[in-house]
């Protein structure tokens, strides 16, 4: 390179200075010049005519230029000086031609074989002419693509005899213009030698040139899809993938002679394909040359063979299996993820609201206004992406999609800013938003226990840092981007104020700042929501509100005040809402009353709480206790919720919890219930049914449950089987207690129960006090059901229904049958095993 430059620039500032001392007119050269029989010797021997045609040149492109500004190394002296003229320096008026050149095959030659002279490679006067140069659109030109072959034939005759008889060839001289000359694949002055490029050159920057062109293909009548079949292939996709041994366009359908298929003499006529394919693979049989590199296997069926035919189906087949095995797969798991996601959240147990309707709405409509403008959005900035596939490539829908979408989020802001001036839980919200020094430190004490400098955690109000951030950060982009959006969208109105600069200014921003916006969101937001392990597959607060109690007393420890007016959890008290008839009533009870297993939500019902249970249980249990009245079923369920930690959830007791209400707090359902069980009858079983369902969240419980005294009939024991099943909670088993009659009617008799906390004791235990609650003080009182006479009704009742109830049980291989006789613990020891021995398989609903 540097050598070319100096040869060519030294040769121009040389012709430079002659000229300007050349004072010589053309009629003074043609004066011997003009003269046919004008000739010079040269050391050679060689005889050359030094005629120079006055009519040529005046029919030439230089036209316009003196001898002496492309002879300028000659000086007035000459020919007195007996200086030979030197070869015309192109260079000096085509600069970028000549650099070009330089950089060529001949460029290169010349440099390499610099001891022949002229002969080291062609230069301009051999391709281009000397006195006669035409413009190369020009018929006469030797560079005119009809010409170009015979021209550059000088040199390389082979090629140039093939490039005649070939395809392009033909069409050349047939005079259209389109087609390749040998300077349309070999480039003009930069010459290329393309021998030594990779098989990728050749078909992309070469061949697909001409042949991925819609326009020539549509003009010439070509088949649109050589280029991107031939890159669909196997060839087509080692050559992509770097392969410098891949067979290209050349390969195949040769080098200078292209021939058609048609053709006996092309490389690629039927019977010459065994050869063909032979070069790289020795060997190949008739069969294999049969084989199609052009195969569009979408388009191949109509009219094609046998074989295109086939693989036609094949495909269609594959695209239909792949999508039904990958969709109903994807459904499959699909559905399975749903299921475990809501059991797992029903798992959590006791909930509290952390967002209410309201910014559950706001949140909802500003996720979808912002999940459209960023797709909307990119898809402009990316037009080639999947993101612009999936609108349809569509500038209309995409633009206007964009906008709306647009105006959806400022509108949203605008409802938000009502929202916090206009309502209590607005107001409270930003309040609790608002950044405060606390934020700073618990930055820094946060960065302490993440790296393990501190052993705890900072604890957190009802919003952290986290939170705090991301919502002035929506806040912020939200007018960032509203403003810039309006100024592009307005741009006409926008530039009466502002200079013009301002619209690029604010297209910038737009870009950048959405993605800004994006990556917190991805990265920041879904961390928090989705992927932290603690709420994951997802906080459920966006979908109804609710997190977990749990959760939520270990991130927001320091929310002393009611997260959306749900009722404050402190260690001393707990307020509970109750959902009757007529309105939502509320009730504060000590929550000292309340221990795990309190069974507050299960006694009284509605939106209760009870002390979730600190550790998971030994084992999930989820028992029915069957066992006609005495048979120590209620001991049994409170030594089993001891053992498993499942709550001992009793219908009877809700009634009896429910007596003890306010008699404005009872509802007529509740009033009328207590009626039936004052009578020692059973209460209706869609009213049961109805309690049990609305303490639905006590079956849920992460501890399981202990049911005693539902189902009692089969028709609850049905309507039961439906909710476990709605709830996918199954059933662990069915305990059945038994005992001899006589023992039941002897245990009745002498039952007492504590008003207070409710335990049961008998008149043989050797209590302290026999009318006083040895573990509360309460005070024991024998129940109005276990009074002879209700007894007698009462055990009526139960065989009646109980017995097809058990039955019931039998038949979906749940029921495990326990002798009631002997000691507590040791009932408690028979069930305890009678549960680990039961099949596996049979723990189901
Ligand atoms: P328990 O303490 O289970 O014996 O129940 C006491 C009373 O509550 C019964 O006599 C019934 O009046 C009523 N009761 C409790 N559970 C049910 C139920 N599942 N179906 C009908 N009545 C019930």
Redesign the pocket.
Known sequence: MGIRLILTLAAGLFGTMALTAAEINDSDCLVCHGDKTLTATNAAGVVRSLFADAAVVAGSAHRKTACAGCHGDLTAKHPDDNVAAQPVNCSRCHEEESLSYGMSVHGDARIKHVHKGAHAAPQCIDCHGSHGVLAAALPGSPLHPANLAKTCGQCHEQESRDVMESVHGQALAAGRRDAPSCTGCHAEHKIRALKTSSPLAISQDICSKCHASERLNTKYNLPADRVKTFFASYHGLAAQYGSTRAANCASCHGVHRILPSTDPRSTIYKTNLTATCGQCHPGASANFAQGKIHVDVAAAVAGGNLGERINWWVRKLYLGLIFTVIGLMATHNALIFGRKAAARARRQGATVLRMDYSQRAQHFVLALSFIILALTGFALKFPDSWVAVLLGSDEGIRRWGHRMAGVVLLLTGAYHVGYVLATRQGRSFVKDMMPKAKDARDVAASARYLTGLAKTKPKFGRFGYAEKMEYWAVVWGTIIMGVTGLMIWFKLGTTHWLPRWSIDVATTIHYYEAVLACLAILVWHFYDVIFDPDVYPLNRACVDGRVSAEWYAGEHALDARPANGSPPQTQHTISLSMKTKNADSNITIPITSFQVGDRAAWLIGGKALCTPAPAPPKELCRLVLLGA?GVGK?TQADLLHQWSGACHL???????AAKSLPPGEQTPAIKS?LG??A???????E??VAL?CERVRCLRCPCGFLL??????VV?AQAFERLLKAEDLPLTAVINYELPIDKIVERLAGRRVCSSCKGVFHVADKLPSPETCPHCGGKLIQ?E?DRPE?IRV?ME?YHR?TQPLIEYYRQRDLLLTISAEGTAPEILQRTVDALALRPREKARS
């Open positions: 009245p209620g009793s219908t009877g007791d809700i009634f009896r219930a039936f069980m009578r020692g009858e059973l209460v209706p079983d009213t049961v049990v005693d005294g539902f189902p009692r009939t609850q129940r059901d209700a009462r009742a229904s």
